[in-house]
């Protein structure tokens, strides 16, 4: 009897873990491939391991998963925020700017964070309330918001912070970047948020049917105000946290940034539909969009060829989530 459960104990055990393994990339679907494109550049990339290019990978990972984080909340209710960039951009102009001329880290601080939250909260009242389309009302934005910050900037970056601006950027907490402590925060707060509250419930059921959320007594105004307010605020958080590492602040700053969120969002699992996806999906699609971008610049890719294999990303991840949900739709494995 004793030689029947041994034997039994290790097919159970590797039972678990395939179990196990196949329920992870159900959740997360991107991570094989996050795997293998990671495997791929440490044997291939010399100088990708190297640990002064995984604290920069780190520190520049940071401000990208906290908009990504915020932008996740919008498509999850099925709608779209691409202004997100744009407010990057002036909150770094009005947050370093703030930071030169007062000489307090703090100030800048709150002035940047307060310009997203600003821009997020316009861009809820038109969605929620007024109805626009949130694909047009946020392209206006997206030009007028990046003018602004070439108007407050002229076109120049804004440079000359305190010393205690870069030092906090570069400081270490337990060997680890502060700003990727400070974005892990985030990703917890949103996860609690996402699955743990009824405002992240009723994110995905306005996602996923907006009539249904109406019978339900949720409040699908609230709720979108909520998201867009959040997308902006997050946004700029990132933007102050991009400050901090590079010491300075630019209109142009966040002219990149759009194109690596969605990026890494749709590709991540969201479905630009709403109601489908999480924040554990952002987080991987992010970590490719930086092994990538990373990875690209150690091969000497130029810049202008980087945004085509992001956008060949951005394409291949929109088209492998529309076979995903096909297959489960028809009931598939």
Same mark, same amino acid.
């Given at each position: 009897?004793?030689k029947?459960?041994v034997?039994k104990?290790p097919g159970e055990?590797v039972?678990?873990?395939?179990? /196990?393994g196949l ?9 094989p491939?996050l795997?293998?494109v990671?495997?791929?550049m $440490?044997?291939?990339?010399?100088g ?10 780190a520190?520049v990972?940071? %401000?990208?998963?906290?908009a990504?984080?915020g932008a996740t909340? !919008?498509?999850l209710t099925g709608?779209i925020?691409?202004?997100?960039g744009?407010?990057f ?7 370093a700017?703030?930071m030169r001329d007062?000489g ?5 601080l709150v002035a940047g964070? =307060?310009?997203?939250a600003a ?9 929620a309330?007024l109805?626009?389309?949130p694909?047009?009302?946020?392209l206006a ?8 910050a070439f ?5 120049y970056?804004?440079g000359?912070?305190p010393?205690e601006a870069?030092?906090l950027g570069?400081?270490q907490i337990?060997?680890?970047p502060?700003?990727l $402590?400070?974005?892990?925060v ?5 996860l609690v948020?996402l699955?743990k509250? %009824?405002?992240?419930?009723s994110v995905?059921?306005v996602?996923?049917?907006?009539r249904a959320?109406t019978?339900n007594a949720?409040?699908v ?7 867009y /307010? ?8 990132a933007?102050m946290?991009? !400050? ?5 602040g630019a209109?142009?700053?966040?002219d990149t940034?759009?194109?690596q969120?969605i990026?890494?969002?749709?590709v ?11 924040l554990w +999906?952002t987080?991987?699609g !992010?970590?490719l969009?930086v ?7 150690l091969m000497? !890719? =130029?810049f202008y060829?980087q945004?085509?294999v ?8 929109s ?6 949900? +096909?297959r489960r739709?028809?009931?598939?494995r």
């Open positions: 009897m004793e029947v459960m034997n104990r055990v039972a678990r873990f395939s179990e /196990f329920r992870l990339v159900a959740a997360l679907p991107l991570l491939i795997l293998v990671a495997v791929a $440490w044997v291939l990339v010399p990708f391991a190297t640990m002064i290019n995984l604290e920069n990978m520190r990972l940071a %401000p990208l998963l906290v990504a984080i909340f !919008v498509m709608g925020d691409l202004s997100v744009a407010t951009g002036l909150a770094s102009v009005v947050g700017t703030v007062t307090s880290v703090g100030l800048g964070i =307060a310009v997203g821009v997020g909260a316009a861009n809820g009242v038109a969605v309330r109805k626009l389309s694909f047009v009302y946020t934005i997206l030009l007028t918001v990046r003018a602004t108007l407050l900037s002229r076109g970056s804004v000359r912070l010393r870069t030092a570069r400081s337990l060997g680890v502060s700003l $402590w400070v974005a892990l985030i990703l917890a707060i949103g948020a699955h509250t %009824p405002f992240g419930r995905y059921l996602g996923s049917n907006e959320a019978f949720i409040n105004r609230r709720t979108k105000w909520l998201v /307010f959040i997308g902006g605020t997050l946004s700029g958080l933007s946290l991009a !400050v901090l590492r590079l010491g300075s209109p142009v700053l966040g940034i759009l194109l969120i990026a890494a969002v749709v991540g699992g969201t479905s630009v539909f709403g109601g489908e996806g999480g +999906r987080f991987t !992010v970590v969009v092994i990538l971008e990373k990875g690209l610049d000497g !890719v =130029a060829d945004a085509v992001i956008g060949a990303v951005i394409l291949f991840g088209a492998f989530g529309v076979y995903l949900r +096909r739709n028809l009931g598939l």
